[in-house]
């Protein structure tokens, strides 16, 4: 297991900028692909994005395809979330969260098994 920490989250208008950051713990974070989640009030969560364990692929959701970029820093343990352009629905808790899959093609969030507390992105109109 892996410990994961999220910072970052706050309230911006529409149009603005975030950048989420996940920490994890431990010393065998590159051997884990990440993944970022979210829930909005009364609805499920939903996959935002995934990164494998190099870097070298990611996948998005189509709602935030474009906008969204999500990179690591293995020397830091560190995975980030850039949100540019932030619209009202993109308001809801962020997690990250580890997997040991290898591919990421196709991932869920039952292919996950360490997760953050999560962070609050609200976005005004």
């Known amino acids: 297991q892996v410990q994961l920490v999220e910072s970052g989250g706050g309230l911006v208008q529409a149009g603005d900028s975030l950048r989420l950051s996940c920490a994890a713990s431990?010393?065998?974070?590159?051997?884990?692909?990440m993944g970022w989640f979210r829930q909005a009030p009364g609805k499920e969560r939903e996959f935002v994005t995934v990164?494998?364990?190099?870097?070298?692929?990611?996948s998005y959701a189509e709602s935030v395809k474009g906008r969204f970029t999500i990179s690591r820093d293995n020397t830091k343990n560190t995975v980030y979330l850039q949100m540019n352009n932030l619209k009202p629905e993109d308001t809801a808790v962020y997690y990250c969260?580890?997997?040991?899959?290898?591919?990421?093609?196709?991932?869920?969030?039952?292919?996950?098994?360490?997760w953050g507390q999560g962070t609050q992105v609200t976005v005004s109109s």
């Open positions: 969260a580890a997997s040991s899959r290898f591919q990421i093609v196709g991932v869920g969030d039952a292919d996950f098994h360490s």
């Open positions: 431990g010393r065998t974070f590159s051997s884990y692909a």
């Open positions: 990164i494998s364990r190099s870097g070298v692929s990611t």
